[in-house]
């Protein structure tokens, strides 16, 4: 089956410290990777994807880069700051596997940024 | 160009009562998703339509819920006879085509339901 793996939270760190999010994923066929943002008690936004192995997504400072040999979308970002702080989804959609192209989650890793 | 609209943004029901929420697709998108986001945990798929028809239902609970987009007018997501359990918040998605193919699919702001 579709699945996505990312690591457990929550993350904190320091203001301009260096973030790392791991996402692995399994998946029967080709997915499209993204990564979503939630900030508290709003809905997701797309923070960045790619679609085909080696691309990389980037927005606001944060980067993706789609491993297809380690099947992995790691999210990192140079320099956090507070405003950072939220829950990243990471997510794949693929048309195999019984999925019909729909998102599937990964179960959220919260980030707090402190000053 | 308006966002997915997403109403009501927070509901209160009485067990055995019904929830019906509704979702505006953002202008000229034909493709809707519902999710559902229980306290601490991450989203799960529920139901993917196209207009007037289900393409994907499999997370959607086999008693009590349903979904439909109509050809005109919002998705509705109507949960008959609502439990406790059913209390969390409840998102939905559109985009202009199939995200396999690198299609985005963007988010409503949720509608909070709360079972007492």
């Known amino acids: 089956g579709n699945s996505v793996t990312q690591m457990e939270g929550p993350v904190t760190l320091s203001e301009e410290a260096f973030l790392t999010i791991n996402c692995t994923y399994t998946a029967t066929g080709y997915p499209s990777l993204f990564w979503y943002v939630q900030y508290p008690g709003e809905g997701l936004q797309l923070l960045l994807k790619a679609t085909k192995a080696d691309d990389k997504g980037s927005n606001k400072g944060f980067e993706a880069t789609y491993r297809k040999e380690t099947t992995s979308f790691h999210l990192e970002k140079g320099s956090v700051q507070v405003s950072d702080s939220a829950v990243y989804f990471c997510a794949l959609s693929v048309l195999s596997g019984g999925s019909q192209g729909n998102l599937i989650f990964g179960k959220g890793t919260k980030l707090s940024v402190k000053p | 160009n308006a966002g997915v609209m997403q109403n009501p943004r927070h509901l209160v029901r009485r067990r055995g009562q019904e929830a019906r929420l509704r979702c505006s697709p953002m202008?000229?998108?034909?493709?809707v998703y519902w999710y559902r986001q229980l306290p601490e945990e991450g989203l799960k798929f529920m139901v993917y339509?196209?207009?007037?028809?289900?393409?994907?239902e499999s997370g959607m609970p086999k008693e009590r819920f349903s979904a439909e987009f109509p050809k005109e007018g919002p998705s509705i997501l109507r949960i008959q006879q609502v439990v406790r359990g059913d209390s969390a918040a409840y998102f939905c998605?559109?985009?202009?085509?199939?995200?396999?193919?690198?299609?985005?699919?963007?988010f409503g702001e949720g509608s909070w339901l709360t079972v007492v």
């Open positions: 998605a559109s985009s202009l085509g199939r995200s396999y193919s690198g299609n985005t699919i963007y």
């Open positions: 339509l196209q207009k007037e028809n289900i393409i994907d």
């Open positions: 202008k000229g998108h034909s493709h």
